[in-house]
């Protein structure tokens, strides 16, 4: 061979192995569903200039790599096919495959802990998992990830639907898919990108919070900018540093924990405040500090209350030991675990402990951030004897006192918590799957940003129009889940966050087009923001669906406040959706949720009755009535139906504000 001939190889060696890779787009895997009916948009990378061709049942589409390698096709409207198919890519040199590619309806489910609540813990769940063997149903579990820079990869591969591969994914975004899939007898794919805990604004693209004018959003991007940084290799130094800074924290709270964990023979007798449970204590307290708190309150029984049960507390920030005249009956004391502040205190008490008269509960609680709280998420806050009978704790007689301050102040937590930064979800989780072809999206959020209502009103539709934006579709169809009903039920009508937040997904689902609500007042869990009922609520979302989107002649709403009429001391309210017509779904008769308030503003509670396709309400104080509320409460009595057997939204008449 010459030496010519032998250069010209060389040199086309190094030409061919300098080739960029032929790839696809991560989320084209096996197993995958494509949208029917529509474009699908079919991605991926290549040599810059290079013509790429995707072939697909019958269907061969070309297209070029841009300068950066970038190339990019369209697949024309498919008809739906069962069939799995193959879907090949080739750019002349390399061929890719992928297998088992059904065409179908594809829907993205995305929220917090509600929606990515998994089907191991729905009701039912031994049956609802052996059910599950579905091969036309498809899952993308989208990995969590907080990264600083937008992600392409959803770190994750297309799944059939398996009692093996469904038991962790999305109870919601299941039942929903089996809903559609059974009535429309096509495959379905289902995308699950949701993250427990997390609040709207890190799923909403972070420049829309830069370049708001509105300060509060302009100081949620700020927040980010302090935590995430612009590199990958500076944001890991960044973690690595607050690591150790916290790692010395927590060992601070370890050594407090092992000085601090025997019952104490002596208690001070002065330098108590008098404080309230549940809530915030710290906040009554002389002075605020990290540390060793102690927390007591004496309560009397009468004997034939004195048994064994369970001690309930809710949530304690952070960790804790609780003792009951003396006998230590539970504790959360893990330093590691540092999410111990979220976990509901539920300590089992002996028979013997409790006894005739009165008793102490000592509760000594190691604070690492913030102020002291408790209680958060129990209704039914103190003793539960078995048996039933509860022992309620909560009141204004507790006694708090600082035992020992932590020297300094934890640092900022910039690891722990990531994934409430503005933008970070959407970058990380919602841009890998941009421009994949959707139906729609099914969103179960809101408990995060409770405390905000009226915020909330604005962000939602924010979120919805930067999806339709990113993924060119205006009418993508966007389905709300209302908050079920949650916490101690409230004996006289009241107003609170909850009610307010859930008054914000409904305004959404009235004034953004393309949107629908499932409402679930009516399958919460009073002692639980995790109801288990998780079938109906995708079979609510699922109505929605059927009838929007693929225009079945079915019902999705329950009744849906009209207009009142103010007729002398009553008041008279029409629904929309009213169905089959209106039911009371009480057992015992009354029809309760609905409340009456004259010009004073002040609300009591209404009588109620049907007459027709209207609800009439009346109350002896209210001679001149002028505002009505349904269901405006925490966890209210709800009874207000159609036949079709869809509950009412919570609602009021009025603006007024708080």
């Known amino acids: 061979m010459t030496k010519k001939l032998l250069l010209l190889l060389g040199a086309l060696a190094v030409t061919v192995s300098g080739r960029a890779e032929l790839k696809l787009a991560p989320v084209f895997s096996d197993h995958l569903v494509l949208q029917r009916e529509m474009p699908a948009p079919v991605w991926g990378t290549a040599d810059a200039g290079a013509t790429v061709s995707v072939s697909f049942a019958g269907h061969t589409v070309s297209g070029t790599a841009d300068d950066a390698g970038q190339w990019s096709v369209k697949l024309p409207a498919l008809a739906a096919d069962s069939a799995g198919q193959q879907l090949t890519v080739s750019d002349g040199r390399q061929t890719r495959t992928v297998s088992d590619v059904l065409v179908g309806e594809v829907w993205l489910c995305s929220g917090q802990s509600n929606m990515d609540f998994p089907m191991r813990g729905v009701s039912n769940t031994k049956d609802e998992i052996a059910a599950a063997d579905r091969p036309l149903i498809r899952l993308l579990q989208v990995k969590k990830n907080t990264g600083p820079v937008p992600l392409t990869d959803p770190g994750a591969v297309w799944q059939v639907c398996t009692p093996a591969t469904v038991a962790d994914f999305s109870a919601v975004g299941y039942f929903f898919a089996r809903e559609l899939q059974q009535a429309l007898g096509v495959p379905l794919g289902v995308i699950n990108s949701s993250w427990g805990g997390t609040a709207i604004q890190p799923w909403i693209r972070a420049a829309l919070f830069r370049d708001s004018d509105n300060e509060d959003f302009k100081r949620y991007y700020r927040w980010r900018a302090d935590r995430i940084k612009d590199t990958v290799a500076e944001d890991n130094a960044l973690l690595a540093d607050v690591a150790a800074k916290l790692d010395a924290w927590q060992a601070k709270i370890a050594a407090l924990i092992a000085k601090h964990g025997d019952y104490p023979l002596t208690l001070p007798a002065d330098g108590w405040t008098k404080v ?43 960790y804790d030991i609780a003792w009951l005249n003396g006998t230590r009956v539970g504790a959360t004391l893990d330093p590691d675990q540092r999410d111990a502040r979220n976990q509901r205190r539920k300590y089992a008490v002996p028979a013997g402990v409790l006894r005739p008269g009165d008793n102490e509960l000592l509760i000594r609680v ?48 910039h690891g722990e918590n990531r994934q409430s930064n503005v933008g970070v979800l959407y970058d990380n989780m919602i841009a890998p799957l941009v421009p994949f072809a959707l139906r729609g999206a099914i969103w179960y959020q809101g408990e995060s940003n409770a405390g905000r209502p009226e915020e909330y009103g604005v962000l939602l539709p924010l979120l919805i129009d930067n999806w339709r934006q990113d993924w060119h579709r205006p009418a993508l169809s966007f389905y709300i889940v209302q908050l079920a009903n949650f916490m101690a039920r409230a004996e006289q009508p009241t107003d609170t966050n909850w009610a307010r937040l859930r008054e914000a997904q409904l305004r959404t689902a009235l004034t953004v087009p393309h949107t629908g609500l499932a409402v679930t ?55 929309d959706h009213l169905g089959q017509g209106l039911v009371n779904h009480n057992p015992d008769g009354a029809l309760r949720g609905f409340a009456i308030a004259g010009a004073d503003k002040k609300f009591v509670w209404a009588t109620a009755t049907i007459s027709g396709d209207t609800v009439i309400l009346s109350a002896d104080s209210v001679a001149s009535p002028v505002a009505a509320r349904y269901a405006w409460a925490d966890n209210p009595a709800a009874d207000l139906y159609n036949a079709d057997g869809l509950p009412a939204s919570p609602f009021r008449t009025d603006d007024w504000e708080r």
């Open 276 to 318: 309230t449970a549940p809530g915030n204590l710290e906040a009554a307290a002389p002075q605020r500090a990290d540390g060793v708190w102690l927390l007591r309150k004496t309560f009397h029984l009468d004997p034939d209350l004195v048994g064994a049960g369970t001690l309930q507390l809710g949530q304690i920030w952070d």
């Open 366 to 413: 190691f604070n690492r951030r913030g102020d002291v709280h408790i209680g958060h998420g129990e209704p039914t806050f103190g003793i539960t004897l078995t048996g039933g009978a509860p022992v309620l704790l909560n009141g204004g007689d507790w006694q708090l006192r600082l035992e020992e301050p932590l020297d300094g102040q934890c640092p900022p937590d």
């Open 521 to 575: 007042i009516d399958i919460g869990d009073a002692g639980d923001i995790h109801p288990r009922n998780k079938q109906d609520v995708g079979r609510r979302l699922a109505l929605n669906a059927l009838a929007k989107d693929y225009g079945r002649p079915v019902e999705y709403s329950g009744p849906s406040y009209r207009d009142l009429k103010i007729d002398g001391n009553k008041i008279v309210l029409r629904f």
